[in-house]
């Protein structure tokens, strides 16, 4: 499901970010997403170049990696604004994105 406006286009910035906080532009969504050992810190919100787990002491820390999710059925959802200009340089020009997963047994 992508939510946007017609026109709109998916952006990231140059690092991988975590969380509601840290993505509210352009994200996509793995609803109660957590890095391996961490299933206490799920996050739901995935922005930038790379997908990031949130972790250690606190859920504070944010490390590049797998993102496991045990909701069902596994939905990835695409969320995108109008904020992309040509005076975001690393917005201009952005065609989507590619993502790999894989379905693990139960």
């Known amino acids: 499901q992508t939510v946007a406006g017609a026109g709109n286009g998916f952006s990231v910035s140059t690092d991988g970010f975590v969380g ?17 050992g961490e299933e206490a810190c799920s996050r739901s919100r995935y922005c930038g170049l790379e997908l990031k787990t949130a972790g250690g002491s606190g859920c504070s820390t944010e490390t590049a990696g797998t993102v ?24 201009t020009g952005q065609k989507g994105f590619f993502l790999s997963y894989q379905q693990l047994a139960c």
């Open 20 to 36: 509601e906080s840290s993505c509210s532009g352009d994200y996509i969504t793995i609803i109660d997403g957590y890095g391996a």
């Open 68 to 91: 496991y999710s045990k909701v069902m059925p596994f939905l990835v959802e695409v969320v995108t604004d109008s904020t992309e200009t040509s005076s975001t340089p690393s917005d």
